[in-house]
């Protein structure tokens, strides 16, 4: 569905911890997901994608996995870095309408 | 590879007057690009779809007057906010879609985004 918030839930990590992120969709019809990074002032940046077909995706320093049962999609990052610092959002892909649905987002916060 | 920009990143005008933002995919071809509109601390939410050579789609409450989007060509569309009031000053946020081979997956690519401020 769409999301909308009022404020944004917030991690706090510090650095050199692993850090996960979790997204619920809401469309059981979906059938890809990418997760973004947004710095503040900045466009979404690509991170990384699954498809539906997949339940496990591996990147550099991060993965995400999805349950496709829950409809739940997380994003694992490793040895989280002051870098990191960010708004996370999940995109879910319902192919029949080729749109993406945002999720609320969630901020990253690292600490030295 | 898959660069998208945006012009201008940040504009202030006054209120009654039109402004217009540009899309442009730098180094791909984009059929299909999507305008976002993003209020502080909150999500992306889908304005509109633009597609080379025919009319944008508008998701339900985006006033198809007010926000004139033109696809005229594969690597260029534009957003024009018109009559612009205070409450449309918000960070407006174009993607292009990459397409692959099939199966083809809604993979989209962002620009900077442009900060809009209503005096």
């Known amino acids: 569905g769409e999301s909308v918030g009022l404020h944004l839930p917030t991690l706090s990590v510090q650095e050199g911890d692993n850090s996960i992120i979790n997204c619920a969709y809401s469309?059981?019809?979906?059938?890809?997901f990418i997760w973004y990074k947004q710095e503040s002032g900045k466009g979404p940046q690509f991170i990384i994608d699954i498809r539906s077909n997949m339940d496990k995706r591996q990147g550099q320093r991060v993965t995400v996995l999805l349950n496709k049962t829950v409809k739940h999609l997380s994003l694992q990052i490793a040895a989280t870095q002051p870098g990191d610092s960010a708004v996370y959002f999940c995109?879910?892909?319902?192919?029949?309408?080729?749109?993406?649905?945002f999720g609320t987002g969630t901020r990253l916060l690292v600490s030295p | 590879g898959a660069v998208v920009s945006q012009h201008p990143s940040w504009v202030i005008c006054k209120s009654g007057t039109s402004v217009k933002i540009e899309c442009r995919s730098l180094?791909?071809?984009?059929?299909?690009m999507f305008w976002y509109r993003q209020f502080p601390k909150q999500s992306l939410m889908l304005m509109a779809t633009s597609n080379e050579g025919s009319k944008a789609t508008y998701e339900q409450g985006v006033e198809k007057d007010k926000f004139l989007i033109n696809h005229a060509s594969l690597t260029l569309s534009t957003l024009t906010v018109t009559s612009a009031h205070p409450e449309d000053s918000s960070f407006y946020i174009c993607?292009?879609?990459?397409?692959?081979?099939?199966?083809?997956?809604?993979?989209?690519?962002f620009g900077p985004g442009t900060r809009l401020t209503v005096l």
């Open positions: 995109a879910e892909n319902n192919g029949g309408f080729q749109k993406l649905v």
């Open positions: 993607s292009a879609r990459l397409l692959r081979d099939y199966p083809s997956y809604n993979e989209q690519f």
């Open positions: 180094d791909f071809q984009a059929t299909t």
């Open positions: 469309n059981s019809a979906s059938d890809y």
